[in-house]
């Protein structure tokens, strides 16, 4: 069993930052991939950014340059940070956890994002 709890979410103006953050625990190790993805109303989910076990990130075009995700394997927790935020940012934020020991991807409840004008 893997839990994900992600906090950090809010209203904040554009051009404004916020951090979100994501604690794992369970069956985990520090090889599994960890990232976030995120779906505004109407929308697909989507990729924003992922950090491997061998510490490769990557990161959707759109936030390129903006976001930047880091993870600190003694917390097993990861965090993405949110800098320069325009209002196509808004959308509910899911952590999410690749277990190859479960062959299964584990999600977060989600926290919600708005960015205002």
């Known amino acids: 069993q893997v839990q994900l709890v992600e906090s950090g979410g809010g209203l904040v103006q554009a051009g404004g930052s916020l951090r979100l953050s994501c604690a794992a625990s369970?069956?985990?190790?520090?090889?599994?991939?960890m990232g976030w993805y995120r779906q505004a109303p109407g929308k697909q989910r989507d990729l924003v950014a992922t950090?491997?076990?061998?510490?490769?990130?990557t990161y959707a075009d759109s936030v390129k340059g903006r976001f930047t995700i880091s993870r600190d394997n003694v917390k097993n927790t990861i965090y993405l940070e949110m800098n320069s935020l325009k209002p196509e940012d808004t959308a509910v934020y899911y952590c999410?956890?690749?277990?190859?020991?479960?062959?299964?991807?584990?999600w977060g409840q989600g926290t919600q994002v708005t960015v205002s004008s």
């Open positions: 999410h956890l690749f277990s190859d020991y479960y062959s299964r991807d584990f």
């Open positions: 369970g069956r985990i190790f520090s090889s599994n991939a």
């Open positions: 950090f491997t076990g061998d510490g490769t990130t």
